[in-house]
Each structure stands twice: as C-alpha cells, then as structure tokens.
C-alpha cells in the first residue's frame, strides 16, 4: 500500500474552524484531537451530537483520503453512548473494518484520556482512485 499523504484534507477549512488537529496518523488509522468548548453545547450544557458526527467525520476523512484516492461517506451509522462535556480534551480514532478498492467501512471511536467512550461511529465510504498524469 503506498505512502498516505492527506494534505488536502489536513487542510480543511470546518475541522480548522471547530479546533481538530490530528494527533497520529498511520496507513491503517488516524487519531485526532478537541477540546470542545461552551459554544460547541446544547441546551443540556453538553457537547453537541453534531459536533461529535462532525469530529468524527473528519477522522474518517483523513483516513480514507490519501494522495491515491478520493473518498466520501454514504452511510453513516452513530451511536452517542454517553454525555461528553465541554473544555476537556476528546480524540476520535478511525480504523478500517473493512478496505476495497471501491469501498470502505471505517470505525470511529470518541472518547477522552481515560478511555471513556462517548460515541462510536461506522461510515461505509465509496472510493475512487485518482488517475496520476
């Protein structure tokens, strides 16, 4: 498998905005960070269901996007296990389950230093490979 090189996604402009930064990224996983903050809450005082999806939407993009292909989701499946709070900080790690070269089912799981999972996610991505001139 070559050599993943996602300089495109790392420079997506929403992750940027909402504070993701990317821990660790190997050929087979990706590990980003937060901290999410008052503003990124619900009316419960806890960290938004559509911040956790789009935190690890990303970690899924950064995985499935690489220098070879172009990857989106068309199926998401996630389950918010427990409340997260805001201002500590959270990581979101993408693994594949599965991995094709026209699809791929990837693995997200949310949770903070201590290993408290808040959500857990399955996208199925479609992938097309990128034609090299």
């Known amino acids: 498998m070559p050599e993943k090189s996602n300089i ?4 997506e402009k929403f992750a940027a905005k909402l504070g993701f930064k ?12 937060t901290i999410p ?7 419960l005082d806890m960290t938004h269901g559509g911040f956790l999806f ?10 499935g ?21 805001p ?3 959270i990581f979101a790690k993408a693994t594949y389950l599965t991995e094709h070269p ?10 903070d230093s201590s290993n408290n999972i808040f959500a857990t996610m399955q996208a199925r991505l479609s992938v097309r490979q990128k034609e090299h001139k």
């Open 8 to 11: 495109e996604m790392e420079k």
């Open 22 to 33: 990317i821990v660790e990224r190997s050929l087979s996983s990706v590990i980003i960070s």
């Open 37 to 43: 903050n008052m503003s990124d809450t619900n009316a």
């Open 54 to 63: 789009s935190f690890a939407d990303y970690a899924s993009a950064l995985l």
């Open 65 to 85: 996007n690489t220098e070879n292909q172009i990857a989106v989701s068309n199926s998401v499946y996630i389950n918010y296990i427990a409340p997260c709070m």
């Open 87 to 89: 201002n500590k900080e």
């Open 102 to 111: 026209k699809a791929a089912i990837v693995d997200v799981k949310i949770y």
